[in-house]
């Protein structure tokens, strides 16, 4: 039985990762080749993730293999990783994924969408519709989940990066909404209305600007609702997952407020 674990959020500007009892022990830009500290910040680090995709295995590998030596030690036969992904990532993507993290020797491999993980540590604990919007560096995603899973989702490859910041709040706001409203035109069991009676969960680093989240909530005519340090949701909520696991046993699925299994 799996007695330690890890859970990571590779986001396209920052890595972040998550241990059981110890809470935030990486979050920073690395650069795979560095002989430095874990979790020391590097202004030209290598970025082996781009628009949520790895674009470069090997450099990743280094990267997750840096972060599991430091936090589990060079023998993980009885650990577990979890890892969030985008929500569209494709089956490419999660199973490059699932290869990565396979190669560093663990019990079992997790890889769950980050709206999952999200949810996990911010929604309610209820099993009605729930909207996640993540506003990333390189992504954003409108995902809408009912009783714990994937509904419907929206993806804009653009993000905090990308835009002005003159012009930022409209721009991403206006992103969110065709999202939304795209969504709503499809929903034909008002899902999406309850969702938004309920308050969309906001996650990333465009959910730490109040003048992002104030504008959204006007538009969307209801309250947000926000974790302690939204920038770290999603790696929250894995490392929630994983802590369920190992207490449990639970698939990260079972793990989620409101799912019926």
Same mark, same amino acid.
């Given at each position: 039985?799996?007695?330690?674990?890890?859970?990571?959020?590779?986001?396209?500007?920052?890595?972040?990762?998550?241990?059981?009892?110890?809470?935030?022990?990486?979050?920073? $830009?690395?650069?795979?080749?560095? =002989?430095?500290? $874990?979790?020391?910040?590097?202004?030209?680090? &290598?970025? #082996?993730?781009?628009?949520?995709?790895?674009?470069?295995? &090997?450099?990743?590998?280094?990267?997750?293999?840096?972060?599991?030596?430091?936090?589990?030690?060079?023998?993980?036969?009885?650990?577990?990783?979890?890892?969030?992904?985008? /929500?569209?990532?494709?089956?490419?993507?999660?199973?490059?994924?699932?290869?990565? $993290?396979?190669?560093?020797? #663990?019990?079992?491999?997790?890889?769950?969408?980050?709206?999952?993980?999200?949810?996990?540590?911010?929604?309610?604990?209820?099993?009605?519709?729930? $909207?996640?919007?993540?506003?990333?560096?390189?992504?954003? &995603?409108?995902?809408?989940?009912?009783?714990?899973?994937?509904?419907?989702?929206?993806?804009?490859?653009?993000?905090?990066?990308?835009?002005?910041?003159?012009?930022?709040?409209? /721009?991403?706001?206006?992103?969110?909404?065709?999202?939304?409203t795209s969504m709503w035109r499809q929903d034909r069991h008002g899902a999406i209305r309850g969702a938004l009676?309920?308050?969309?969960?906001?996650?990333?680093?465009?959910?730490?600007?109040? =003048?992002?989240?104030?504008?959204?909530?006007?538009?969307?005519?209801?309250?947000?609702?926000?974790?302690?340090?939204?920038?770290?949701?999603?790696?929250?909520?894995?490392?929630?997952?994983?802590?369920?696991?190992?207490?449990?046993?639970?698939? #990260?699925?079972?793990?989620? #407020?409101?799912?019926?299994?």
């Amino acid at each position: 039985m799996a007695v330690r674990g890890l859970a990571l959020d590779l986001g396209s500007s920052r890595t972040r990762a998550w241990v059981p009892g110890r809470g935030l022990v990486t979050d920073a $830009l690395f650069d795979s080749r560095s =002989d430095g500290p $874990l979790g020391s910040p590097d202004k030209n680090a &290598e970025r #082996p993730v781009r628009r949520g995709r790895i674009i470069d295995p &090997e450099s990743c590998g280094l990267l997750l293999g840096r972060i599991a030596d430091a936090v589990l030690g060079p023998d993980r036969a009885d650990s577990v990783i979890v890892l969030s992904h985008p /929500v569209l990532a494709g089956a490419v993507q999660r199973d490059a994924a699932r290869e990565l $993290l396979a190669g560093l020797g #663990p019990m079992c491999v997790l890889v769950l969408s980050s709206a999952r993980a999200a949810a996990a540590y911010a929604g309610p604990r209820d099993a009605g519709p729930l $909207l996640v919007v993540d506003l990333g560096a390189e992504l954003t &995603e409108v995902t809408l989940l009912v009783g714990g899973r994937v509904a419907d989702a929206r993806q804009a490859e653009s993000g905090l990066s990308d835009l002005d910041p003159a012009t930022l709040p409209a /721009v991403l706001v206006a992103m969110v909404l065709d999202m939304v409203t795209s969504m709503w035109r499809q929903d034909r069991h008002g899902a999406i209305r309850g969702a938004l009676r309920k308050g969309p969960v906001l996650a990333g680093g465009g959910a730490l600007r109040s =003048d992002v989240t104030d504008r959204l909530a006007r538009c969307l005519g209801t309250r947000v609702r926000l974790a302690g340090d939204p920038s770290t949701t999603v790696v929250r909520g894995a490392g929630q997952i994983l802590s369920s696991v190992l207490r449990h046993g639970l698939t #990260p699925a079972a793990a989620l #407020p409101g799912h019926p299994r």
